[in-house]
Nanobody, 124 residues
Framework: QVQLVESGGGLVQAGGSLRLSCAGS????????MGWFRQAPGKEREFVAA????????YYADSVKGRFTISRDNAKNTVYLQMNSLKPEDTAVYYC?????????????????WGQGTQVTVSS
């Protein structure tokens, strides 16, 4: 069974940075796509970024492009989301997700495996 555990959330001032981590277990992730999503209060869960575990491709939502970077450490079975130049509108619970295959999908229902989420709060 795939297990994903996020960490690294917290409170940061606008303009600051945070790095989220997502540790995976229970499966060999070499043929998986890893994604980050977020959900703000009263809003739908939205796509943030995705990457192939095997590397080579990344995809970002327009709202985070140029500020966020998704990366992975194969040896640690961990995916990261480096978030820079944070804005109050980035405040949300951030979720790590996984799907088998190579297509960088943006729909939440295309990811069957999810972590528990980590809160990110950006103060103005």
């Amino acid at each position: 069974q795939v297990q994903l555990v996020e960490s690294g959330g917290g409170l940061v001032q606008a303009g600051g940075s945070l790095r989220l981590s997502c540790a995976g277990s229970g499966r060999t992730f070499s043929t998986y796509v890893m994604g980050w999503f977020r959900q703000a209060p009263g809003k739908e869960r939205e796509f943030v970024a995705a990457t192939r575990w095997s590397g080579g491709s990344t995809y970002y939502a327009d709202s985070v492009k140029g500020r966020f970077t998704i990366s992975r450490d194969n040896a640690k079975n961990t995916v990261y989301l480096q978030m820079n130049s944070l804005k109050p509108e980035d405040t949300a619970v951030y979720y790590c997700a996984a799907r088998s295959g190579t297509l960088l999908r943006t729909g939440q229902y295309e990811y069957p495996y999810w972590g528990q989420g980590t809160q990110v709060t950006v103060s103005s």
